[in-house]
């Protein structure tokens, strides 16, 4: 039981910070998350200027697929853009499984930095198997996974296979990271609403159950996080996860009902309302609490990440708003 709602965002990590912003004129992402030190400084940035409760490292879910052989580069305002995506089982086959000490060292040792530093807990993640299938597969982000769906359907033995692989990698990744020093973890598979029902149910939804079967040993909370997924929700809540993550797209109260009180709630403000007044962000925030109803379990958070240009002095808003709580219900 806490005392209040708890409330972090993803990408508060940079985006609208300046102390960030000074560090980016030096270095690319992947140049401050190949330097430990740096990369924890960056995570702990967050947590002093807006006083979250959680730090979450600053990573990308790529990173562990370049020691599968799934080369590619973070291009700005861009995303993931890898130069041979896979196109046959071949590739798939040809894909290695190795340990987290051996393709993410240096992430590792940033938990375990950030994990003695911080006043807060720390929160880890991984890239879910849709979500990761579909950058390896169409080479950069899609709007609409036509080639994912299409290796989907032509080639199901591969599909089926790719995800195992990934889930293997990243059910291990989770767990290194808790034993560096972790105490929540999420799997972002921010993707995953862009299938059917019965698509997903039985196409990926067995990898995320390995991923959060494999997990459930840690005794720390395991978060699912997806865009887009009304349509998938009593899915989900079945994954085995203890947390389910909504967007914007449904409301908090009828999420929570449909994934079964006994689940925790993350979510669900919009983040565009960020890029709005001061007023926008504290009635936004409100909103989401009275639909909370001061119910255990709820985290608050965006329904995805900051946005580019959100002003520094509204995330600070939406802090104190969730802190503040609902008028009405003080």
Not at 51 to 62: E, L, P
Not at 208 to 234: M, N, Q, Y
Not at 318 to 323: S, T
Request: proline share 7%; glycine share 8%.
């Amino acid at each position: 039981m806490v005392e209040r709602t708890p409330v972090w965002l993803m990408r508060q990590a940079g985006r609208s910070l300046p102390e960030y912003r000074a560090l980016r004129e030096r270095w690319s992402l992947e140049e401050i998350v190949a330097q430990p030190e740096l990369c924890a400084e960056v995570t702990l940035q967050p947590v002093r200027r807006l006083g979250v409760d959680a730090a979450v490292m600053f990573a990308d879910i790529m990173l562990p697929l370049r020691g599968m052989g799934i080369g590619f580069e973070l291009v700005e305002s861009v995303g993931p853009v890898i130069a041979s995506p896979i196109r046959s089982a071949q590739d798939v086959r040809a894909l290695r499984t190795p340990a987290p000490s051996e393709s993410v060292p240096q992430l590792l040792e940033a938990v375990r930095l950030v994990a003695r530093e911080s006043p807060v807990p720390v929160i880890c993640f991984a890239g879910g198997p849709f979500t990761l299938a579909s950058y390896a597969i169409e080479g950069r982000p899609s709007r609409d996974f036509v080639l994912t769906k299409q290796f989907m359907y032509r080639e199901p033995e591969a599909f089926g296979l790719l995800l195992d692989k990934l889930s293997t990698v990243m059910a291990e990744y989770l767990g290194a990271q808790v034993a560096a020093g972790a105490q929540a973890l999420q799997l972002f598979d921010s993707w995953v609403g862009a299938l059917s029902p019965a698509d997903y149910e039985l196409r990926v939804l067995p990898s995320t159950r390995r991923i959060f079967d494999a997990t459930h040993r840690h005794g720390v909370p395991r978060i699912h996080f997806g865009t887009s997924t009304a349509g998938l929700l009593e899915l989900i809540a079945t994954s085995g996860a203890d947390v389910i993550s909504l967007d914007w797209r449904i409301d908090l109260d009828a999420g929570w009902r449909r994934v079964g009180h006994e689940h925790g709630i993350q979510g669900n403000l919009d983040p565009t309302v960020l890029l709005g007044s001061v007023e926008d962000v504290v009635l936004g925030a409100r909103q989401v609490l009275r639909r909370a109803a001061g119910r255990p379990g709820h985290i608050f958070n965006l329904g995805h990440g900051v946005l580019p240009g959100s002003p520094l002095e509204n995330l600070q808003a939406l802090v104190e708003a969730v802190r503040e709580g609902v008028p009405s219900l003080a």
